[in-house]
């Protein structure tokens, strides 16, 4: 007999739980070095009030890594958790390939994106109903899932990548993809909302769907009883 | 209610555990082995060219060039050079070199002269381009013959901030990058005041601590260890910032 196949693999699940402290800790630590300069700008440079499109508030220390002001130590959490988390996902990525997880669950088909579908999905999140036929994702999942692990990290990564100077005289095309240094960072600031607020839905979805039996199939990997 | 103080309890553990290990050997450790893979890779990434930090047009310069940290230097001698226009001002080139060099401003102004318009991003997250001339700081090294157990260049300073005097340190390998220059003008300018007069350092490939201003002398050392703190520089020794700010 067939070995059951797992809910979630082996690989799917180290990298969601590496993944989500490295978030976390860049997170709190983005918000630190977020403090030293308040200001967001588009372009290539800023550095008054006159130039920014917004000034962000000044994040608490409860919030921040470490949790008193300190740029230097900010920084430090920052760049080494950004390799943890760039080569995190790098690792799930090829994993996710290799063992079918994005053609199977993630990527989407035509007939999935009919507007009669799409509205039948909404109205069964908006009625907390979380049982959807065959499929391990709906299709607001896989939109969530595939906006996430494709757009927002990969984003994250490559606008992090563009203010470092030393990156930049190494790979100056980059910078110009993103229209300049401060629109980069613009961007890293906004995507790093964006993360938070999937984080804060994520969170409260798994609360709203028998969140024990969640986070111990996250951990041990569970039974694929949706498959076939 | 009582999952949410659970969640608050959470994060409060996730600080004071964070800042404990910030705090450890080998949380350290770690961070300066990180730093030397960013400055090898990013090393490595510009194989088979020399990687240049981007130049840009005129056109694209900041309408006024922000000046942070020390905006002057607090002495009566300072004071004194700024009113007579710097003849007096000299650059010291010693250390581990066959020939120490003393230059005033006339001397740096007839070496060969390079001008770049490049864009200056501060450790706090902004940003201002400007035009800087002046001579690559090779060709200065190469007038004072650098001795084979040299590794690092340290740059020093006239300003005192909170106490200590400023001063900075780079390695071989920007020493001798082309666009490593003493700018002694900013968009045609002489220096202004804020933004180092009558010499800066321009170490384009890095953040703007390492742009030493004020600069009153060049070292040529093989190690770090003996130089003021010991870590290369004012903000290293200090805040514990990255000696390497190509990140």
């Known amino acids: 007999m067939a070995k059951q196949r797992k809910k979630h693999s082996i690989g799917t699940r180290i990298w969601h739980w590496v993944n989500a402290l490295s978030v976390v800790i860049l997170f709190m630590s983005g918000l630190n070095i977020s403090n030293a300069h308040r200001r967001l700008y588009w372009g290539d440079w800023g550095f008054a009030a006159e130039q920014a499109w917004l000034e962000v508030p000044r994040f608490p220390g409860w919030a921040t890594i470490p949790g008193y002001y300190s740029l230097a130590s900010a920084r430090d959490w920052h760049v080494l958790f950004a390799w943890v988390f760039a080569l995190g996902l790098l690792l799930f990525m090829i994993s996710a390939v290799r063992n079918g997880h994005f053609k199977r669950d993630l990527f989407t088909r035509l007939a999935e994106w009919k507007p009669a579908h799409i509205w039948h999905d909404i109205r069964e999140h908006l009625k907390l109903n979380f049982e959807h036929g065959a499929g391990k994702f709906n299709l607001l999942q896989k939109i969530a899932y595939s906006g996430v692990i494709f757009v927002l990290l990969p984003l994250m990564i490559f606008t992090g990548m563009v203010m470092s100077p030393g990156m930049e005289a190494a790979w100056p095309w980059l910078t110009e993809v993103f229209g300049g240094r401060q629109s980069a960072r613009s961007i890293h600031f906004i995507c790093a909302w964006a993360l938070f607020a999937f984080f804060v839905v994520h969170l409260v979805l798994v609360l709203l769907s028998n969140p024990a039996r969640q986070i111990w199939d996250m951990i041990t990997g569970g039974r694929d009883d949706e498959a076939a | ?247």
């Not at chain 2, 030397?36 to 056109?59: C, D, F, K, Q």
């Not at chain 2, 071989?172 to 800066?200: C, K, M, S, Y």
């Open chain 2, 1 to 247: 209610m009582k999952r949410r103080n659970f969640l608050v309890a959470l994060g409060a553990s996730l600080v004071a555990g964070c800042s404990k290990i910030g705090d450890s050997q080998w949380f350290e450790a770690l961070v300066d082995t990180a730093e030397g893979w960013h400055r090898g890779i990013h090393r490595t990434l510009g194989v088979g060219r020399i990687a240049m930090a981007p130049e840009y047009e005129r056109s694209d310069i900041s309408p006024f060039f922000r000046g942070n940290g020390s905006r002057t230097v607090d002495t009566d001698a300072y004071r004194a050079a700024l009113e007579s226009g710097f003849a007096d001002w000299t650059l010291s080139v010693g250390g581990l070199v066959d020939n120490p060099l003393t230059l005033t401003l006339d001397d740096i102004r007839t070496l060969p002269q390079r001008t770049q318009i490049t864009r200056h991003d501060c450790v706090e997250g902004w940003s201002a381009i400007g035009e800087w001339t002046g001579p690559q700081l090779s060709h200065i090294l190469e007038q004072a013959g650098v001795q084979e157990a040299v590794r690092f260049v340290i740059f020093r300073c006239a300003d005192n901030l909170n106490g200590a005097d400023y001063y900075e340190s780079c390695d071989l390998d920007d020493a001798f990058h082309p666009q490593t220059i003493v700018a002694h003008l900013l968009n045609g300018e002489p220096l202004p005041e804020r933004n180092g007069a009558p010499l800066r350092m321009r170490i384009e490939r890095q953040l703007g601590y390492k742009h030493a201003k004020y600069l009153t002398g060049i070292e040529l050392v093989a190690s770090l260890e003996d130089v003021e703190g010991g870590k290369g520089g004012y903000w290293e020794d200090r805040a514990g910032y990255q000696w390497y700010a190509g990140i």
